[in-house]
């Protein structure tokens, strides 16, 4: 069964270093998303990306954030100069085109900031 | 009111137990909703989109009703591989974003 994977599984920066966090989503979708998850805390939107853009993003993507879609498979989150309460889950997920909304999460990169 | 609701829990219930949960959102314009799990340290894993007839699936039963804005989902015959967080997802709009609750957490016990 094709899966979204997330590499690294875990990463430890210094505060104020930039991180880039890498998803290679299922092949056939054209929806991929980041999410982030505080430890304890709920599941948070981050942003969505469609056709090699941004189609929606929440308050707390900033500009210390941002994501490309360097080539044909790779999905990647970068944040530029981390701080202690970026800490936390980041997670991937992509979806289909059209009405089938399921979007499958990738296993997620663990990210402590210190 | 925040946009999604869940009781944390925990719900410790026997093997074999019926057990339910509710959410409730703020949106009226919500469009979609579903339910995902999430074992611990894990990723959300899609149990069952919710639809306005509701849906069944095996052990598994979800509802769905706008006018008091809310969604449930019902478990039958509890098993221990059911233990996890249960979570609330909704989608309003036309848009991409999706509101996750802050989940409920079910430990079957033996």
């Known amino acids: 069964e094709p899966e979204v994977t997330q590499t690294p599984s875990h990463q430890v920066t210094q505060m104020g270093q930039e991180v880039i966090l890498r998803c290679v989503p299922i092949s056939n979708h054209l929806y991929f998303y980041w999410y982030r998850q505080i430890l304890g805390q709920k599941v948070e939107f981050l942003v969505s990306f469609y056709n090699n853009e941004i189609s929606e993003k929440s308050e707390i993507f900033d500009d210390q954030f941002s994501v490309e879609r360097p080539d044909g498979s790779n999905f990647t989150l970068k944040i530029r100069s981390t701080k202690l309460e970026d800490s936390a889950m980041y997670f991937c997920?992509?979806?289909?085109?059209?009405?089938?909304?399921?979007?499958?999460f990738g296993p997620g990169t663990r990210l402590l900031v210190l | 009111r925040k946009e999604v609701e869940q009781d944390p829990g925990p719900f410790n219930v026997p093997e074999g137990a019926t057990v339910a949960f509710n959410c409730t959102y703020s949106n009226s314009a919500s469009q979609s909703f579903f339910w995902y799990r999430q074992d611990c340290r894990k990723e959300p894993k899609l149990l069952m989109s919710v639809y306005s007839s509701g849906n069944e699936d095996g052990r598994f039963t979800a509802q769905l009703n706008r006018a008091s804005q809310y969604i449930s989902l019902l478990i039958r015959d509890s098993k221990l591989s059911d233990s996890a967080t249960y979570l609330c997802v909704v989608r309003s709009g036309g848009y991409q974003k999706v509101t996750f609750g802050t989940g409920t957490k079910l430990q079957v016990i033996p």
């Open positions: 997920a992509s979806r289909e085109i059209g009405l089938q909304e399921t979007q499958y």
